[in-house]
Every structure is written in structure tokens, then in C-alpha cells.
């Protein structure tokens, strides 16, 4: 009762409430120090780095890429300097306010913006990328105005440049930021705003010329001004890629883009038949890749998608046309390799404008040509001596010969864009594709380049290369020498003595009466083929394939194909060919350039011919054959009789012309 009496006391109330106050902060005290004893002795390491990170911020460093070289060390993609502008991480509405700011100064669209801010949302700890590939003008405006952006950074880095731009764009590719879809099926491996190769070379060797990103450090302070870098070395240096050497002849690709007919769509590739090596690859209409950094503009890319003659379209590799007359060279490669002529013998039926097998096939010439052997056939281009040799061989032999000698196959370059190649492989395909059997005479479209055979440029430059190689062998074509050795070769089964006719008939095809009479080179040995192929909506195509060597009898030096929509006449390539073979020799060998070497391009620029170019062609000695390498299949000398009904129907093929020389 005394105890409780006191408690009630005024006095006893305020000393009880002063004891548990000083309890309670006793209390107090000590919970704060056992917490501050956790984050500056237990944990104070860890959040020393976690505040270390709150005023540092990553900077991702692009890893500059390695450069290529063409064969004699010119530059056809390398680097310069580049400004990316950059945006430190901040509340959205702080963000918006600087980019409206920044808008009138770099330039800035809705486009832009929209952009820059889809791309951060996925990577909200790295700063905001407002432009990839800012305007330097824009840059130095910038900059006049640092104060006032205490929180944008101008980062330069090493961007990718051509400086050859069109005359290159269709094989080196380009570079651009890596998209989702890439990220998930090609590159795993890498991280989200990441610039990439995207076709041609670039693509194709990403994982060598690409390098590794690095990364850097900038210090912040509270406010999210910018402070400074930290050292390099505090960060992860970038990895440069490694560089990338072309057999292609920077200068010969050059001339080539120039001398280029500029009123047709085609295009041109040269060859190094002895390496495979693409010393050339031009298609026209063409594009900037430069202007595909950093992102396409809108108006550039609506522009190029709209024009009707398709500068996107890759016309070397990525596009398949009718062979026409130049595929009779394929085809009489086919012939002596299964033993079915000699190449010195005539047809049974002269050409007298046609020939009837199972229905009537007209040659190119209404008055006809006469008596043909292998030789004249090629320099006549003659369609009846042709569907003879057709004949002979048979169609499904021809199906099943030609595919195994691999013609609807990719040649295997080293572009990843390039398309197969369309030859049938049986007679299903008819039944398959247009719902019937084909009838023998099928085989007459296919032995003069028409009906269901499509090849690219490429891949009859390669074949050429094959007819007049020594061996008839040739490696896949390649432009980059680290791409290994090539995955296969193509070979035609032709001996020397075979090769010496199909050469002779093409040295006839520019010598006197030949149908690219006016494209003979006086210092060089040319061989070529032209072709016309078949347009039922305009103007015929012009094909030429040709190759050149220092003279009659040695191994081709460089095969060269071109093909130009709507020029009509295959004579009119001939001309562009001869001058890239010439340009390509002259340099080679150390003799003065001319320009407009050909009688032809000489007579349209109106200059002078100072030479006999009408003087007969001169064939080197022809070999002997043995009895080791003469052919030992089919039966050589064998006849059908084409002027029989044996062909059956009438097949896919018009009564009417069927291509041109």
C-alpha cells in the first residue's frame, strides 16, 4: 500500500516515467549502434560498392572493326570518326524535357526520339542513346552549348565507312544495330544494341571482323551531371576486329562501275579462274551503304524500295536469268565429257533455218547456216547444230547429267545471300511444276539456254571458268582469302584436245564474221560467247561471257560474265567485257592503259581503229589425244535422226525463234 501510495505521488509519477524514458533510450541507443556496427563493420564493404555504383555509370565502347583490304592493300571498308549522343539515366519527365531541349539543336524527329526511348526501355542502367551516328555540325552545336546539358555525353567511337560506296554495295553489305530475331537465332551470344554486319562481307564474317564490345566509366554526381571518365583501365577495353583481305581488284571494280552502261539494270563479275578468286562484282542500279549506318532514313529506304529497276536486288549472286546462247558452251562441255561427238565432226543435217523433231525448231538465222562442226557451231551460235548435239545426248541423260555436274547448284561463294540455281533434275519436274510428262523434244529448248534453266551471273562465269581451266577443274568462287580452302570445285570431264575446240570456236566468236566481231583486243587473247535471251514482256537480254590470257594457247587469266536487261543483242555486253579484261591485263603487266580498246566502244566514242581487227584468229598448236584420255562414254560418231518424228509432241516450246546468237 506504501509502494502504491508513492507511485500516486506527483513526485513517484515522474521519476517512473524518467527511468523508462531512460530505458527506452538506452534501448534506442543500442539498437543503433549494433545497426551502424552491421553497415560499417559487417557490411560495410558492400554498401561502400553500392554507393560506389550509384554515382558511376556503364558506358558501353563499340569495338572497332576490322578492316578490308582488296588484293593490292586499298581500303574497301574501314573506319572514321563517329558521335554517338548520349543521355544519363533520369526520372522520364527530366529525360523528355532535356530531349526536347536537344531537338532543335541535333535535329531530332518523333521518329528519333520514339526510337531512342524503345531501345532504353530495355536497358534502363545504360544511358539513353539519342542518336547513333550524330551530324559532326550537329555535334560542334552541341558542344557550344555544353553547360546547358550537364547530363548529355558526346561519345566518339570508329564508324564503319566505304569509300567506294555504290561501286561496292551489293557485296560488302553494311552495318546496323542488331535486331531481336538476330539476337535470338544468330548471336545469342551478344548483347542488345550491339551494331552488326547485315549482308554481304560484313555479314558473312561477323565473327571475325566484328571484335568484342568494351566498356567504360563515367562518375556522376547526385544531380546526374557528368564529372568525368574514369581511367581506361578501371573498365573493359574493346576488342578490335581483325582484318579481312579480298582477292578482289579495287581498281578493276572501279572501272568497271564507270565504263557501266548506266541506261540498263544488269551486271558484271570477274574471275581469277586459277584461284577462284572474284577479282570483280558489280551490279547496277546500285545504293549507298554508307547511308544504311546507324539506321536507315525513312526517305532513303522508301525511295530505294519504290524504284522500279530494284537497287536492292543483288543481279551477280541474287538474281537467276535464261542463259540463252552462252549455256551452248555448257552444254557441248556436256557432250564431249559423255563421248557422244568428236569435236571435229559435222551434224547429220545441215542448218537450213530449222529442224523437225517431233516438231519444228527454227534456228536464229532464217537462211540457215550450212554444214556445222563443234567450232563453227559456236562462232555461228547455231541452234540446229545445238539441238542435234541435244538430241544426241538425250533429254533425261541431259537432266541426269547436268545435275550431277551440279548446275542448279550455288557456286558456294562466300555471299550469304546467294540463290541456287534452276535446272531440272528429271523429268518429274514437268509433271511436278506444269502437271505432264514432257516429251523427248524437250531436249531442243534445253540445248540452246531456253525452258525451265535460270542461271546467275556468277554461276556462269564459274562454269566458263570450269570449260577453259586446265583439268576443267576450278575452285568455288571466293572474295575473301581467309575463307579457307573453298567447300568444293566445279569440273567439267574435258580433256585438253576438247578444250582446244571449245576454245577455238570462242576465239571465232570474235574474229572475222563471229557475233562479237567488233570486241577482238589487239594485245590480248580473248575468248567469249554471247547470248540473247528471251523477253516476251520488251526487249531481249544481252548476255557475254569471256576470258582473257596473255596469248593464244595459255590458261586463262580472268573469266568474265555480264548480263544487261533489255540491250537486245548479246554483241552489246561484249564490248564492256573486253574493255574489263583489257584494263585488268594492261595493269598486270605493266603495258600503257588505253581506254576504249575495242573497235566497237572505239567507232560509238568516234575514235580510230589503228589496227587490223578483222584479220583471221590465230589458234595455237592443237594437242594430241591419247588412248589413256579419249572418252570412254557414250559412242561417239552415233546419230538419231532429227528430221523423224521420234521427239514425239509438240512440248513447252514455241515454233518461232528461240534466241538470238
Given at each position: 500500500?506504501e509502494?502504491?501510495?508513492?507511485?500516486?505521488?506527483?513526485?513517484?509519477?515522474?521519476?517512473?516515467?524518467?527511468?523508462?524514458?531512460?530505458?527506452?533510450?538506452?534501448?534506442?541507443?543500442?539498437?543503433?549502434?549494433?545497426?551502424?556496427?552491421?553497415?560499417q563493420?559487417?557490411?560495410?564493404?558492400e554498401?561502400?560498392?553500392?554507393?560506389?555504383n550509384?554515382?558511376?555509370?556503364?558506358?558501353?565502347?563499340?569495338?572497332?572493326?576490322?578492316?578490308?583490304?582488296?588484293?593490292?592493300?586499298?581500303?574497301?571498308?574501314?573506319?572514321?570518326?563517329?558521335?554517338?549522343?548520349?543521355?544519363?539515366?533520369?526520372?522520364?519527365?527530366?529525360?523528355?524535357?532535356?530531349?526536347?531541349?536537344?531537338?532543335?539543336?541535333?535535329?531530332?524527329?518523333?521518329?528519333?526520339?520514339?526510337?531512342?526511348?524503345?531501345?532504353?526501355?530495355?536497358?534502363?542502367?545504360?544511358?539513353?542513346?539519342?542518336?547513333?551516328?550524330?551530324?559532326?555540325?550537329?555535334?560542334?552545336?552541341?558542344?557550344?552549348?555544353?553547360?546547358?546539358?550537364?547530363?548529355?555525353?558526346?561519345y566518339?567511337?570508329?564508324?564503319?565507312?566505304?569509300?567506294?560506296?555504290?561501286?561496292?554495295?551489293?557485296f560488302?553489305?553494311?552495318?546496323?544495330?542488331?535486331?531481336?530475331?538476330?539476337?535470338?537465332?544468330?548471336?545469342?551470344?551478344?548483347?542488345?544494341?550491339?551494331?552488326?554486319?547485315?549482308?554481304g562481307?560484313?555479314?558473312?564474317?561477323?565473327?571475325?571482323?566484328g571484335?568484342?564490345?568494351?566498356?567504360?566509366?563515367?562518375?556522376?554526381d547526385?544531380?546526374?551531371?557528368?564529372?568525368?571518365?574514369?581511367?581506361?583501365?578501371?573498365?573493359?577495353?574493346?576488342?578490335?576486329?581483325?582484318?579481312?583481305?579480298?582477292?578482289?581488284?579495287?581498281?578493276?571494280?572501279?572501272?568497271?562501275?564507270?565504263?557501266?552502261?548506266?541506261?540498263?539494270?544488269?551486271?558484271?563479275?570477274?574471275?581469277?579462274?586459277?584461284?577462284?578468286?572474284?577479282?570483280?562484282?558489280?551490279?547496277?542500279?546500285?545504293?549507298?551503304?554508307?547511308?544504311?549506318?546507324?539506321?536507315?532514313?525513312?526517305?532513303?529506304?522508301?525511295?530505294?524500295?519504290?524504284?522500279?529497276?530494284?537497287?536492292?536486288?543483288?543481279?551477280?549472286?541474287?538474281?537467276?536469268?535464261?542463259?540463252?546462247?552462252?549455256?551452248?558452251?555448257a552444254?557441248?562441255?556436256?557432250?564431249?565429257?559423255?563421248?557422244?561427238?568428236?569435236?571435229?565432226?559435222?551434224?547429220p543435217?545441215?542448218?537450213?533455218?530449222?529442224?523437225?523433231?517431233?516438231?519444228?525448231?527454227?534456228?536464229?538465222?532464217?537462211?540457215?547456216?550450212?554444214?556445222?562442226?563443234?567450232?563453227?557451231?559456236?562462232?555461228?551460235?547455231?541452234?540446229?547444230?545445238?539441238?542435234?548435239?541435244?538430241?544426241?545426248?538425250?533429254?533425261?541423260?541431259?537432266?541426269?547429267?547436268?545435275?550431277?555436274?551440279?548446275?542448279?547448284?550455288?557456286?558456294?561463294?562466300?555471299?550469304?545471300t546467294?540463290?541456287?540455281?534452276?535446272?531440272?533434275?528429271?523429268?518429274?519436274?514437268?509433271?511436278?511444276?506444269?502437271?505432264?510428262?514432257?516429251?523427248?523434244?524437250?531436249?531442243?529448248?534445253?540445248?540452246?539456254?531456253?525452258?525451265?534453266?535460270t542461271?546467275?551471273?556468277?554461276?556462269?562465269?564459274?562454269?566458263?571458268?570450269?570449260?577453259?581451266?586446265?583439268?576443267?577443274?576450278?575452285?568455288?568462287?571466293r572474295?575473301?582469302?581467309?575463307?579457307?580452302?573453298?567447300?568444293?570445285?566445279?569440273?567439267?570431264?574435258?580433256?585438253?584436245?576438247?578444250?582446244?575446240?571449245?576454245?577455238?570456236?570462242?576465239?571465232?566468236v570474235?574474229?572475222?564474221?563471229?557475233?562479237?566481231?567488233?570486241?577482238?583486243?589487239?594485245?590480248?587473247?580473248?575468248?567469249?560467247?554471247?547470248?540473247?535471251?528471251?523477253?516476251?514482256?520488251?526487249?531481249?537480254?544481252?548476255?557475254?561471257?569471256?576470258?582473257?590470257?596473255?596469248?593464244?594457247?595459255?590458261?586463262?587469266?580472268?573469266?568474265v560474265?555480264?548480263?544487261?536487261?533489255f540491250?537486245?543483242?548479246?554483241?552489246?555486253?561484249?564490248?564492256?567485257?573486253?574493255?574489263?579484261?583489257?584494263?585488268?591485263?594492261?595493269?598486270?603487266?605493266g603495258?600503257?592503259?588505253?581506254?576504249?580498246?575495242?573497235?566497237?566502244?572505239?567507232?560509238?566514242?568516234?575514235?580510230?581503229?589503228?589496227?587490223?581487227?578483222?584479220?583471221?584468229?590465230?589458234?595455237?598448236?592443237?594437242?594430241?589425244?591419247?588412248?589413256?584420255?579419249?572418252?570412254?562414254?557414250?559412242?561417239?560418231?552415233?546419230?538419231?535422226?532429227?528430221?523423224?518424228?521420234q521427239?514425239?509432241?509438240?512440248?513447252?516450246?514455241?515454233?518461232?525463234?528461240?534466241?538470238?546468237?
Amino acid at each position: 500500500m506504501e509502494r502504491t501510495g508513492r507511485l500516486q505521488t506527483p513526485r513517484g509519477a515522474r521519476m517512473h516515467r524518467s527511468r523508462v524514458l531512460r530505458a527506452v533510450v538506452v534501448l534506442l541507443v543500442g539498437v543503433l549502434g549494433t545497426a551502424l556496427f552491421r553497415l560499417q563493420v559487417l557490411r560495410g564493404e558492400e554498401f561502400a560498392v553500392v554507393a560506389q555504383n550509384n554515382r558511376l555509370r556503364p558506358v558501353p565502347v563499340p569495338a572497332p572493326r576490322g578492316t578490308i583490304y582488296d588484293r593490292h592493300g586499298q581500303v574497301v571498308a574501314g573506319s572514321i570518326p563517329g558521335y554517338q549522343v548520349m543521355l544519363m539515366p533520369a526520372p522520364m519527365d527530366s529525360m523528355d524535357a532535356v530531349l526536347e531541349r536537344l531537338t532543335p539543336i541535333l535535329g531530332l524527329t518523333e521518329a528519333n526520339i520514339e526510337r531512342a526511348k524503345r531501345k532504353w526501355s530495355r536497358q534502363r542502367h545504360l544511358p539513353m542513346v539519342v542518336l547513333d551516328d550524330a551530324d559532326p555540325r550537329a555535334v560542334a552545336r552541341l558542344e557550344e552549348r555544353r553547360h546547358q546539358f550537364p547530363g548529355v555525353l558526346v561519345y566518339e567511337y570508329a564508324k564503319r565507312y566505304y569509300p567506294d560506296g555504290e561501286n561496292i554495295a551489293h557485296f560488302i553489305g553494311y552495318v546496323s544495330e542488331i535486331s531481336e530475331r538476330e539476337l535470338e537465332e544468330q548471336f545469342p551470344d551478344y548483347e542488345q544494341g550491339r551494331w552488326i554486319g547485315k549482308n554481304g562481307l560484313e555479314k558473312q564474317y561477323e565473327r571475325l571482323i566484328g571484335g568484342t564490345p568494351g566498356m567504360r566509366y563515367l562518375e556522376i554526381d547526385a544531380r546526374g551531371r557528368i564529372k568525368r571518365w574514369l581511367p581506361e583501365e578501371m573498365g573493359v577495353p574493346p576488342v578490335p576486329g581483325k582484318d579481312l583481305h579480298l582477292y578482289l581488284d579495287l581498281d578493276l571494280q572501279n572501272f568497271i562501275a564507270e565504263i557501266f552502261p548506266k541506261e540498263y539494270t544488269g551486271s558484271i563479275v570477274a574471275l581469277d579462274p586459277q584461284t577462284g578468286g572474284i577479282l570483280a562484282y558489280y551490279s547496277h542500279p546500285t545504293f549507298d551503304p554508307n547511308r544504311f549506318i546507324g539506321g536507315i532514313p525513312t526517305s532513303y529506304w522508301n525511295e530505294l524500295n519504290e524504284d522500279p529497276a530494284k537497287p536492292l536486288i543483288d543481279r551477280v549472286a541474287g538474281s537467276g536469268q535464261p542463259a540463252a546462247s552462252t549455256w551452248k558452251l555448257a552444254v557441248a562441255g556436256m557432250a564431249l565429257g559423255l563421248g557422244v561427238i568428236e569435236p571435229d565432226e559435222y551434224m547429220p543435217q545441215p542448218c537450213t533455218g530449222g529442224i523437225y523433231y517431233g516438231r519444228y525448231a527454227r534456228c536464229w538465222l532464217s537462211s540457215g547456216h550450212g554444214r556445222q562442226n563443234l567450232i563453227e557451231g559456236i562462232k555461228n551460235s547455231c541452234n540446229v547444230y545445238f539441238y542435234q548435239l541435244g538430241i544426241k545426248i538425250g533429254l533425261e541423260r541431259f537432266l541426269e547429267t547436268g545435275t550431277r555436274l551440279g548446275f542448279g547448284d550455288k557456286t558456294g561463294v562466300d555471299i550469304p545471300t546467294e540463290i541456287s540455281n534452276s535446272f531440272p533434275s528429271s523429268v518429274e519436274y514437268w509433271e511436278r511444276r506444269f502437271g505432264y510428262r514432257p516429251y523427248d523434244n524437250e531436249v531442243l529448248s534445253l540445248a540452246i539456254g531456253q525452258g525451265p534453266i535460270t542461271m546467275t551471273v556468277l554461276k556462269l562465269a564459274h562454269i566458263y571458268s570450269a570449260l577453259t581451266a586446265p583439268g576443267g577443274k576450278v575452285p568455288a568462287p571466293r572474295l575473301a582469302m581467309e575463307s579457307g580452302a573453298p567447300p568444293d570445285t566445279f569440273t567439267f570431264h574435258v580433256d585438253e584436245v576438247d578444250q582446244w575446240y571449245l576454245e577455238a570456236g570462242m576465239r571465232r566468236v570474235l574474229g572475222p564474221g563471229g557475233t562479237a566481231a567488233l570486241s577482238r583486243l589487239q594485245n590480248w587473247e580473248l575468248l567469249g560467247k554471247t547470248g540473247t535471251a528471251q523477253n516476251p514482256h520488251g526487249p531481249d537480254h544481252a548476255w557475254f561471257v569471256g576470258t582473257g590470257a596473255r596469248a593464244p594457247g595459255e590458261p586463262p587469266e580472268i573469266a568474265v560474265t555480264m548480263f544487261l536487261e533489255f540491250a537486245e543483242h548479246g554483241y552489246t555486253a561484249s564490248g564492256y567485257v573486253a574493255e574489263a579484261i583489257n584494263f585488268y591485263l594492261d595493269r598486270k603487266y605493266g603495258r600503257p592503259f588505253q581506254r576504249w580498246a575495242t573497235p566497237r566502244l572505239r567507232f560509238a566514242n568516234g575514235l580510230p581503229v589503228n589496227w587490223n581487227f578483222s584479220a583471221p584468229v590465230q589458234d595455237p598448236p592443237r594437242p594430241t589425244r591419247s588412248q589413256a584420255t579419249a572418252p570412254t562414254t557414250g559412242q561417239s560418231g552415233t546419230t538419231a535422226t532429227p528430221a523423224s518424228t521420234q521427239g514425239g509432241g509438240a512440248g513447252t516450246a514455241q515454233a518461232g525463234r528461240t534466241g538470238g546468237p
